[in-house]
């Protein structure tokens, strides 16, 4: 009897675990005592486990591949897109900068002028100190109301140059401001010439520029080319700046020389500026200062001086190819159809327009929608390398080649006469007639003299 209870109980406990709890009601009266009457109920197990396996795998869907997409513009009109998307990004970057200084209040506008030159240096937000005074304003009445101002020229110029410049300077650590030091310096012509030597848009003296790391020879002068020359001087002003401290003595010393500035300091005493030293400084070195002052003024304002630009450099957007044999300019003029002209404006380093790299590549600049047709014709550029430099072979023709390429072409101006034209070029009257077979010294308006001397500074 024992033994069959347990097996009983062994049982429903079993079925409570797989149904759920189960009360067992025991009639103790029909099992255990057949007369008994009440019954008790017995709670066994009271435990309900459910299991649920729900696992959805997901894959996700592959992303396009992107080799897959394919377009169908040809080098050449990738090219051209890129030219055209190039200059006007250059041109409203340019406006832009302008737009930020046009407005003003009438009130601003009605002030004295000392006041409102000092107002507006004031809003150039500049880390090279833009102080005024009377030396300064002396300069941007130059720059703004001399009839032999250059700014109409330089402000066009500049679309060009200065995000060539600014790139550079960035480069460096050094602030976007200093592309002013080159108008002052050039006016933003990369073969200028100065009357002691100096040469380019950044004013290098050939032991300078050689001191710098500039090539400089008769065949290249890297003191024109106009990367390489601001890198020059990129690295010439940070060291200047690194040993003096101050932006205004900085600029003082390109001008002058490390060398006389320090002197200057040290006879001055506890002087620690510019303005401390003014008057110990010769009278070039004096005015650089306010100059370069001056001239950031008239590039940022001149539209409130309704001075108007010139027309816009031909070529705005551009860039360089790499060169490793001797050419000259013309094999890519003639095969290519660019105005030999145009390269030389855009690479005014080769002196002779011979392009030497025999032994060390060399970069030429091109306009942009060029680029594709010169890589996809470089062999038959190259291919006319006998017909262009078998004149240079002969060295006489060499010499003569040379001197045209350090001269200019002058156009002769209302009341201008040989003499003037000579002395302004250093030259004599005769040389000028022997450059130019003229059998007189009558000149007319608007003819073309060539003048076989590196030009004058304006």
Sequence with gaps: MKKLTILLLATLTFFSTVAGPIRLNIFKKNIFKKKTTTQNVVTIYDTVRVVVTDTIRVEPKPAPRIDTLRHTLTPTQIDSLLHIWQTLSANKSHDDYFEQFSTELTEEC????DSLYKMRLQKMVSPVHLPYNSVVRQYIDYYLENKWSPMSRVIALSKFYFPIFEQELINAGLPVELRTLAIIESNLNPTVTSRVGAVGLWQFMPSTGKNL??????LVDERCDIVLSTRAACSF???LYNTFG?????????????????????RAGNAKTYWDIYYDLNAETRGYVPKFIAASYAYTYHQQHN????????C????????????HLGQVASTLGIPIET???LNPQYRIDIIPAARKPYALRLPTNYIAQFIDKQDEIYSKDSLYLKEYI???NLDKKRAEGIGYTYTVRSGDNLGSIAKRNRCSVKDIMRWNRLKSTVIRPGQKLRINKPKPRA
């Design 394 to 396: 002969n060295p006489a």
């Design 110 to 113: 009605n002030l004295p002028k």
């Design 307 to 314: 001075i108007t630009p010139h027309s816009s450099p031909e």
């Design 213 to 218: 790391g500039l090539e400089i020879n008769s």
């Design 237 to 239: 002003l940070k060291y």
């Design 316 to 327: 705005i957007a551009t860039d360089t190819v790499t060169i490793h044999r001797t050419m």
């Design 343 to 345: 390269l030389k404006i």
């Design 246 to 266: 101050d932006w205004a003595l900085a600029l003082a010393a390109y001008n002058a020389g490390p060398g006389r500035i320090s002197r200057a300091l040290a």
